[in-house]
């Protein structure tokens, strides 16, 4: 038998650092995730070694399995019951580690530890999401993000459960249930998955008015992101700020991608739904691989207690923001996510999040939403998890010491000594003991209360369709485009009428003109506006920068992801420039040939393909290059996926450059998209036909490679792609 290797467990704490178990001090043991590698000698769970992991023990070569394989049930038994339920929302996520560090103290404001010096690392746990979609669903449906946040810090976990858009459907927990419902697959037939393009939800939207600011967001690109490391994330709710003396502030809490805001097109999104359903996973696991670290500022609106009611909306409606031209985001930190998991289920998949898990400093306000949210987290995962003990897996034990006497249950992993299990007690010393505000115990803000019992709304909620209609005018000519295609996608998907007049009805409200084109683009009159609600409204602001994607664009390719199209005997030397100055920018360049293997490209050199066309498409990258060398741009120019990719970038409004001959592949790809003198008339075309690669060149393909996009070549309508 071979000498058993001994078996090494590493101590991985949440900073990303490995540390050998001794040298790890209590919190770090606390905090950390034992990932273990595999050992050398296969074993069943009792640590029996096993010899035969081939056959199951039979009577005799050809005979019955007998019942007696223990070593077979087990196996089988452990396999049968490997699945957990889903999340019944934000099923589908991605997860990572990183750092989060704070500017300056902020102890102005709060008391949280982990917000007052910037020489302290908080580790933290990120995990993005969609809402609607099960598990194995497609990363680029059009949906609200998930944008979950954990701090491990040394007072406890601090969760900020957001999501990458600043408001929310409903305004009351009860209305949740019926939200998801109507936007799930259909009870009676399970269909569709993923998607919101059907009848169950514009039914309910279109009979719930409060909805429409957040479908007014989700119809936008924000829907579709290009990448996680491309998304704002928002705490939604307005929580409080409480300081050391225990006033308290109200806050909204802000993540600011440094990369800039980004999305798809809607087309790229549904084709990428089934080139790579793992579109963002993918990217930001590749992101992190690579060493480019994903980062956002934390920002934080801060409003003093006393101007709780100078706005025209009330700060506990979930369905309004406050616009950052009357209250500017302060950055006060920022979050790194530098470490990948090690086992996608153990840490993504296990991972309870909770907005409830609060540190002192940190409190909620009376926001109804965030009140039902504050049941509804830990109520779920007792039946996801199994037990109430989830708060022992690894990556949910927090780094701060846990004592209390809360015992037993399933799978209880803590072994606590002694006979005390009680408080207030003297048999354990009186441990473990409470501890008042000074000594860091939690203490709810003292906010005053009164009021009747009863089940109503506040009239303070009541304008549902100013800050849509601010988030309109806010927006782009191409961005207004986007909305309104959207919304003629999803109601072409409603089969019943009604719904389809009754929304369209509702954006009157917000919009004549948006409610104009949605109607043509439904082949429908305009409707009547809804009964008239005798409901204030406001123009103020008229509109708010921070709402358009486009004013949040940063110059930059870091992350982005280019593909070369190459043949037999391209030009190399192109190759090498045009790829070594990408690199070099922070982008990664693809070789995509005809087929995969060696391309010679002449004097004894070679290039190796790293994808084949017809596995690969366009909607995987973010511009293309067409290098030079005759015989490689015949071959493309005669390979309908070659031309299908250049003209299929031009219509999601990509960054396209060709040296040398490689410009007659862009003709033939503009001749065949409907352009008769085979030319794109769009800006962010470089195809200089003859020249070679030099500096003017590679500035002029990256520069168009940062403006991500450009959403308004003239002639996008009429490119058949
Ligand atoms: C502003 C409103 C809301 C936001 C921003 C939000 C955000 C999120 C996020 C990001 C997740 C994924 C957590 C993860 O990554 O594991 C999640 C899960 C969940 N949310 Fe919400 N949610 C909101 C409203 C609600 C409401 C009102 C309820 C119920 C009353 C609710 C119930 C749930 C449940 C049950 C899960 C699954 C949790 C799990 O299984 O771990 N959410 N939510």
């Known amino acids: 038998m071979a000498k058993s290797r001994q078996r090494k467990t590493v101590t991985a704490d949440k900073t990303g650092l490995a540390s050998s178990p001794s040298h790890a001090n209590r919190s770090e043991q606390a905090a950390s995730v034992l990932a273990q590698e595999p050992g050398d000698t296969l074993t069943t769970n009792q640590g029996l070694r096993i010899s035969d992991n ?57 008391k949280a530890g982990f917000l007052q010096d910037p020489a302290v690392k908080t580790p933290v746990f990120v995990r993005f999401s969609t809402v609607a979609g099960s598990r194995g669903s497609a990363d680029t449906a059009r949906d609200v993000r998930g944008f979950s946040v954990r701090f491990y810090t040394q007072e406890g976990n601090f969760d900020l459960v957001g999501n990458n858009i600043p408001v929310f459907f409903v305004q009351d927990a009860i209305k949740f249930p019926d939200l998801i419902h109507s936007v799930k697959p259909e009870p009676h037939n399970e269909i569709p998955q993923a998607s919101s393009a059907h009848d169950t939800f514009w039914d309910f939207i279109s009979m719930v008015p409060e909805t429409t600011h957040t479908i007014m967001w989700a ?72 060493g480019q670290y994903p980062e956002w500022e934390f920002g934080v609106q801060i409003v003093p207690e006393e101007d709780e009611h100078k706005f025209d909306f ?25 470490r990948n998991t090690d086992n996608y289920f153990a840490e993504t998949e296990q991972i309870a999040f909770h907005p409830g898990h609060l540190v002192p400093g940190i409190d909620f306000s009376n926001d ?52 005390v299990s009680y408080e207030p007690n003297t048999l354990g010393g009186g441990c473990p003991m409470q501890r008042p505000w000074e000594e860091g115990g939690f203490v709810s803000h003292a906010e005053p209360m009164e009021g009747a019992k009863q089940r109503v709304r506040s009239p303070s909620f009541a304008d549902h369709f100013s800050q849509p209609a601010l988030f309109w005018r806010s927006q782009t000519k191409w961005e207004q485009d986007h909305i309104a295609a959207a919304f003629c996608f999803e109601l072409a998907k409603v089969g019943v009428p009604a719904v389809r007049e009754r929304m369209v009805a509702t954006l009157t409200q917000v919009d004549g003109v948006l409610a104009k084109r949605v109607a ?51 030009d190399k030397k192109s190759v090498d420039a045009v790829c070594k100055a990408l690199a070099s920018a922070g982008a990664t360049a693809k070789l995509i040939a005809p087929g995969l293997g060696s391309i010679t490209c002449g004097e004894g050199e070679s290039l190796d393909a790293d994808h084949s066309l017809p596995t690969v498409g366009s909607v995987l990258f973010d511009a293309v ?20 990719f250049v003209k299929e970038a031009y219509k999601h409004g990509k960054a396209i450059a060709a040296s040398e001959d490689g410009a007659r592949l862009i003709a033939k790809a503009a001749l065949s ?24 060149f590679i500035r002029k393909f990256i520069a168009a490679i940062a403006e991500h996009r450009f959403p308004e070549r003239p002639d996008l309508a009429d490119i058949v792609a």
């Not at 023990?57 to 007696?68: D, I, K, N, S």
């Not at 998209?673 to 470089?686: C, M, S």
Request: hydrophobic fraction near 40%; proline fraction near 6%; include cysteine.
């Open 54 to 110: 081939q056959n199951s023990l039979r009577a005799g070569a050809r005979g019955p399995t007998l019942l007696e394989d223990h070593i077979l049930r087990e196996k089988i038994m452990h396999f049968d019951h490997e699945r957990i339920p889903e999340r019944v929302v934000h099923a589908r996520g991605a997860g990572a580690h990183g750092v989060f560090e704070v500017y300056k103290s902020m102890a102005k404001f709060t």
């Open 673 to 696: 998209a409907g352009a008769a003198d085979g030319k794109f008339r769009g800006p962010g075309v470089i195809a200089d036909s003859g020249k070679a690669v030099n500096d003017a």
């Open 368 to 419: 109804p939403l965030l009140q039902g949210r504050l049941f509804s987290y830990s109520d779920t995962q007792l039946s996801r998890l199994g037990s109430a003990n989830f708060h022992e897996i690894p990556i949910n034990r927090p780094i701060a010491p846990v004592d209390n006497n809360q015992r037993d249950g399933h799978m209880r992993q803590t072994i606590v000594k002694g006979r």
């Open 520 to 570: 043509d683009g439904l082949g429908m009159p305009v409707p009547p506006p809804p009964n008239a609600e005798n409901v204030p409204r406001t123009n103020k602001p008229e509109i708010d920068r921070a709402l358009s994607m486009a004013n949040t664009r940063i110059s930059s390719i870091v992350g982005r992801s280019v593909a070369v199209l190459i043949a037999q005997n391209v």
């Open 314 to 338: 009330d700060l506990l409606d979930a369905t309004k923001l406050i616009p950052e031209s009357l209250v500017p985001v302060k950055l006060i930190g920022k979050l790194t996510l530098n």
């Open 219 to 290: 119809m936008s690109d924000r829907g579709i992101p290009r990448s996680f490391q491309m998304m704002e994330g928002f705490g939604v709710h307005t929580f409080r700020f409480v300081d050391e003396t225990g006033k308290a502030s109200f806050v909204k809490f802000h993540w600011k991608p440094v990369l800039g805001v980004h999305s798809l097109v809607w087309d790229e999104a549904v084709k990428l739904a089934g080139k790579d359903a793992d579109f963002h996973r993918r990217d930001l696991w590749e992101a992190i691989d690579k």
């Open 625 to 644: 290059f067409v290098p030079g060398g005759k015989k490689s741009v015949d071959a493309l120019c005669a390979d309908a996926n070659a031309v299908l």
